[in-house]
């Protein structure tokens, strides 16, 4: 069938989304968008914007049915609709199955450790009366079983006294990681089984908000953990017979152990770089692989640090000004702004790209424009 006349539905219309669009349009595709939200990143790119919620089950059918292929952006989806309609004969891009396993990071963790993928120790909580009994194993890390993202379901427990303020609901509570770095390793897997690995990339966090500050590609960690997080991940998208990109995010333990905390079956804020630093960017790659067309080169072209532009930066309506004056007067800086309505602390608005001869340069202009947009005094 021609590429112009695939029905091609995207579940979620955030900036992930947004971006996915682009390359559709690339490949001259008909694409349809479905979220709750009328001002979402979508909404103003593509006149086939439904407004629905992906977690309802007759929003999600009414939506689905007479499309070709259905994609995600995000995981918190309604499965049995996809299920449904894949009954019907619409191609589900990943399975309603994965995203099953990954909307549990409970099922998550314990798919990984049937397959033999190395996690952090958790033991499932169904709410605050049962963490009395674990007292031993605090300080520890509470996470909300479903719908955390960006660090908003993830808490540490110290002491006792923290058992008040412990969300309320099923979660995991996880043993305290002494972290070194942490990596993210995007892999793409097609229906033939062929798998291909983007480059690790470190990610910097702000530990207070336990949000991303920057991310970095090349990662500067030694060739044998490089190997060993990418192998991590093919390993985990053959398990999961995923067709598709996966994000693999992982801990480098201070002891050199390497753990797979959390998977995303769909492009994801780690891999925002390789739309200026690879042949290939993730996106492109979710839709060639969607599409069944060959899968394309993942190959790092040059070295690149990513900033993601966060609430409250958009109230600083001047350092916001002089801070994209700069950016877009500097070589090999490259500006994705969202056009999202102003949010929460912590929302995330937009994101920089530079790219450079060296992985040295690019920290450089990073550090120079975190100063312009004040980046550096968040969280204090
Ligand atoms: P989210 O789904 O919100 O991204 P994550 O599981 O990635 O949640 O956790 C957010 C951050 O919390 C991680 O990037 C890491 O810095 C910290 N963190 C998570 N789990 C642990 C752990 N077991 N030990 C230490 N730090 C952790």
């Known amino acids: 069938m021609m590429l112009e006349n695939l029905k091609i539905g995207i579940l979620g219309g955030g900036q992930l989304g947004a971006m996915l669009l682009r390359y559709a349009i690339d490949f001259g595709l008909n694409v349809s968008v479905l979220d709750k939200d009328s001002d979402a990143p979508c909404a103003r790119h593509t006149g086939q914007f439904c407004i629905g919620d992906p977690m309802n089950y007759d929003a999600v059918v009414g939506f689905g049915k007479g ?4 994609t995600i952006e995000k995981e918190a989806v309604n499965t049995q609709a996809l299920k449904y309609l894949e009954g019907t004969g619409v191609k589900v891009y990943p399975s ?31 709410g605050r009366q049962d963490l009395a009994q674990y007292v031993d194993k605090f300080p520890a890390c509470l996470k909300k079983c479903r719908n955390g993202y960006d ?6 427990i110290n002491t006792e006294a923290d058992i008040n303020e412990a969300f309320d609901e099923p979660c995991v509570l996880e043993e305290l990681v002494e972290i070194k770095h942490e990596l993210s390793v ?13 480059d690790p990339v ?7 908000r336990m949000i991303l500050d920057f991310q970095m590609c090349p990662a500067n960690i030694d060739i044998e953990v490089a190997i060993a997080a990418c192998n991590q991940a093919i390993k985990t998208a053959e398990a999961l017979k995923l067709v598709g990109i996966l994000a693999v995010e992982m801990f480098v333990a201070t002891n050199g152990i390497i753990y797979v905390n959390e998977l995303a079956p769909r492009p994801h804020n780690s891999g925002h770089h390789t739309i200026e630093a690879n042949v290939t960017s993730q996106f492109e790659q979710q839709m ?3 599409l069944q067309l060959p899968m394309g080169s993942t190959k790092l072209l040059k070295p690149s640090v990513m900033i993601n532009v966060l609430e409250p930066a958009a109230y600083r309506k001047s350092a916001i000004r002089d801070a994209l004056k700069t950016t877009l007067s500097t070589d090999d800086v490259h500006l994705h702004w969202y056009g999202k309505k102003s949010g929460m602390p912590g929302r995330k608005m937009g994101h920089i790209t530079i790219t450079e001869t060296t992985i040295e340069n690019a920290l450089a202009k990073a550090v120079m424009i975190r100063h312009l947009l004040k980046i550096e005094n968040e969280g204090k």
């Not at 499309?67 to 259905?70: A, H, S, T």
């Not at 660090?151 to 540490?156: A, L």
């Open 288 to 290: 060639r692989l969607v």
């Open 67 to 70: 499309l070709d292929i259905i």
């Open 151 to 156: 660090g908003k379901g993830v808490m540490i």
């Open 202 to 208: 470190l990610m910097v966090f702000n530990k207070e």
């Open 186 to 198: 995007i892999v793409s897997r097609n229906e033939n089984g062929d798998v291909e690995c983007y």
């Open 96 to 126: 309603p199955e994965i995203i099953e396993i990954i909307q549990d990071k409970y099922v998550q963790k314990q798919f990984l450790i049937g397959n033999g993928i190395r996690v952090v120790q958790g033991i499932l909580v169904n």
